[in-house]
């Protein structure tokens, strides 16, 4: 093992590598500095000098500190936290690859886990007013907006899948869809009663008033010029729907998609099934939801058991 020389300058030449020999860009370094600043002040705190007086004890103190704050620094969230960890890990890799300690003191050492988010799901009494109040003026751009909205609580669809949607993507007799999904993946599912409706209301009476002699295009969602409906748009006549209908909650696409998979798995369905109409590649994506049903199961326990409170 060569001579280590002192901290400042075995982390300067760490951040000379990541500069030079990976490339990485001017803020990211700068990012990647400011974190290393923090571990460096907490060493010499403790009284380290060289890169192989440093111990795994010294690592793990370091991530309580950052969890904890102090007097000059907040306590930071688990997202701020796992960025120091990789930083710090990625400079231990780098002493040992320069021969500059013995071990990679911080080789076990693992970020904390993210707080799990939980999807919001809306009521079926607020999804359903907002579906009535997407179409209740009853004009043309009304009834596409229904429509779309029917589609995405309907299927589950995410809104680059619902916008991407063609005519002929639609099999209105056997109630099946075709939807593109990520990286190309496609999949069907089937649509509902009331998206067959809706979408039967909208290409008979409001899709040919919509389509340009211009612009011929294949798309089921058209906009006012008879083009394919963006994403933005899309997104608007949702955010529109919900103000209309007096839904205080913030509500996204995602939210619709939330509520479907919730509804679903309240109704019994079985979280493999909700996978597949999803479109997850894993069914531990799918499983987050089934954390929202169980709050419900506890809630009906809690309220109908006999036993269940003292």
Do not use: C
């Amino acid at each position: 093992m060569t001579e280590g020389g002192d901290l400042d300058r075995a982390i300067s030449d760490y951040l000379a590598h990541l500069g030079v020999e990976r490339g990485l860009a001017d803020n990211t370094l700068l990012s990647y500095r400011r974190d290393l600043r923090r571990y460096l002040d907490h060493l010499r705190l403790i009284g380290r000098t060289l890169p192989a007086e440093v111990e795994e004890a010294d690592v793990l103190a370091f991530v309580a500190a950052m969890r904890t704050g102090d007097d000059e620094h907040p306590p930071l969230g688990p997202a701020s936290v796992a960025r120091h960890v990789v930083t710090v890990r990625g400079l231990h890799r780098f002493w040992l690859r320069e021969q500059l300690v013995a071990v990679d003191v911080a080789a076990e050492i693992r970020p904390p886990r993210p707080d799990q988010r939980l999807p919001k799901a809306l009521p079926l009494d607020q999804v359903e007013a907002i579906l009535e109040a997407a179409g209740a003026p009853g004009t043309t751009l009304a009834r596409r907006d229904r429509a779309l909205l029917e589609i995405l609580y309907g299927t589950g669809a995410r809104i680059s899948e619902a916008v991407g949607i063609d005519v002929d993507d639609l099999d209105r007799e056997e109630g099946a869809l075709l939807l593109r999904g990520k990286g190309g993946k496609q999949r069907i599912v089937p649509v509902g009663s009331y998206a067959i409706a809706a979408i039967e209301a909208y290409l008979t009476t409001a899709r040919p008033k919509l389509v340009s002699t211009t612009v011929g295009t294949p798309a089921l969602f058209l906009n006012a010029r008879g083009g394919r409906l963006s994403r933005q748009s899309a997104w608007t006549v949702l955010t529109r729907a919900a103000r209309q209908a007096g839904v205080a909650a913030d509500v996204s696409p995602h939210t619709m998609r939330h509520s479907f998979a919730t509804h679903l798995l309240d109704g019994g369905a079985d979280v493999r099934v909700v996978q597949e109409l999803l479109g997850h590649a894993s069914v531990t994506t799918t499983q987050i939801y089934t954390l929202v049903t169980v709050d419900k199961l506890r809630e009906v326990y809690a309220s109908a058991h006999p036993r269940a409170q003292r």
